[in-house]
């Protein structure tokens, strides 16, 4: 929050540019983001609205849950799969800018974890737009810089309270000019959709892995770009390789615990019916069963708990 106030503070009144901002936050915060920025510095800023047009002198912001992206003169704010684990996310909002406006986009990446914006910086600069990256050492979460640094590469690498100048040296290039359209956006839609009608793994956009969706568990397309590996599955929820580490070990945990609980009911219920039952020799059975379901259990819990031995109850 500190860094976006210090980006905005030197902003002018009359800065002939439009500003987007996407921040990393959960789906049910209720961001204070514009009112926090429209108090730091001369530019208003609220959160942005589809369909609304895009005035230079202005901040918008994405809101809760929904990602920020652009057409030509126009925002929209859609829901979508999450990219990266997030929505919003900084990738649609870099990818779209840079299709519909090309050179005239400038990209910034500031403190954050993993890697979301790379991608979408290296689709910045593809297109003649310029990179600014938050040094590294002057952010308070070093991953997402130091992530785009190796991934898109940057122009500028400054800290916080440098990249507002920057900004306004940037912009005053090119100032007067009329909003133009990239001139490539006459180019296939976003690829987000690009694998939706696709009949076969052979189609879709990128090579067919051996992963799947840990959103909706889907084919996952892999992608190289240079040294970036990133995943996008049919509906178009999308990784870069470490965020697909993060969530695999997310899922993998889960199923872990989902086992140990499921373990643990079917050994306490094996205990139930040994105690109901009048047959000798089920009962016997039923008493190794749990024995059995219990160990597993407890094998498991050792795994996600990290002990080195068996836990012991005491009863009585």
């Not at 429209?38 to 994405?62: C, F, K, N, Q």
């Not at 190796?150 to 007067?176: F, M, R, T, W």
């Not at 999308?238 to 697909?244: D, E, K």
């Amino acid at each position: 929050m500190e860094a976006f106030q210090q980006l905005v503070r030197p902003l002018p009144q009359n800065f002939s540019a439009a500003i987007f901002i996407v921040l990393h936050i959960p789906m049910d915060f209720e961001s204070m983001l514009p009112r926090i920025l429209s108090r730091a510095g001369a530019l208003p800023a609220t959160h942005a609205l589809d369909g609304e047009s895009i005035r230079h002198g202005h901040i918008y912001v994405a809101p809760p849950d929904r990602h920020l992206m652009l057409e030509e003169g126009m925002v929209r704010v859609k829901r979508g799969p999450r990219e990266n684990r997030h929505r919003p996310a900084i990738d649609p909002l870099f990818r779209t800018a840079a299709r519909v406006y090309g050179p005239r986009v400038l990209g910034v990446v500031m403190s954050g974890q993993l890697d979301d914006g790379a991608a979408g910086l290296r689709v910045i600069r593809s297109r003649g737009g310029t990179a600014i990256v938050q040094d590294p050492a002057d952010a308070q979460s070093s991953q997402m810089p130091q992530s785009a640094l190796q991934y898109g590469g940057a122009d500028h690498v400054l800290p916080a309270s440098e990249i507002g100048p920057c900004l306004v040296q940037l912009v005053a290039k090119c100032a007067g000019g009329p909003m133009k359209k990239s001139a490539s956006s006459s180019e296939r839609p976003d690829s987000a959709e690009n694998n939706r009608g696709v009949a076969s793994p052979e189609e879709g956009e990128g090579t067919p892995s051996t992963f799947t969706c840990p959103d909706c568990h889907g084919i996952l397309w892999e992608m190289r770009e240079g040294d970036l590996v990133r995943f996008r599955c049919r509906v178009g929820h999308a990784f870069t390789i470490n965020t697909l580490a993060e969530e695999q070990e997310t899922s993998v945990e889960n199923a872990l615990w989902a086992a140990m609980r499921a373990l643990d009911e079917k050994s306490a219920l094996s205990r139930r019916l040994a105690e109901n039952t009048t047959a000798a020799g089920m009962a016997e059975r039923l008493h190794e069963q749990a024995e059995t379901d219990r160990t597993h259990a407890d094998l498991i819990r050792n795994m996600l708990f990290g002990e080195d031995k068996p836990r012991t109850v005491q009863t009585g």
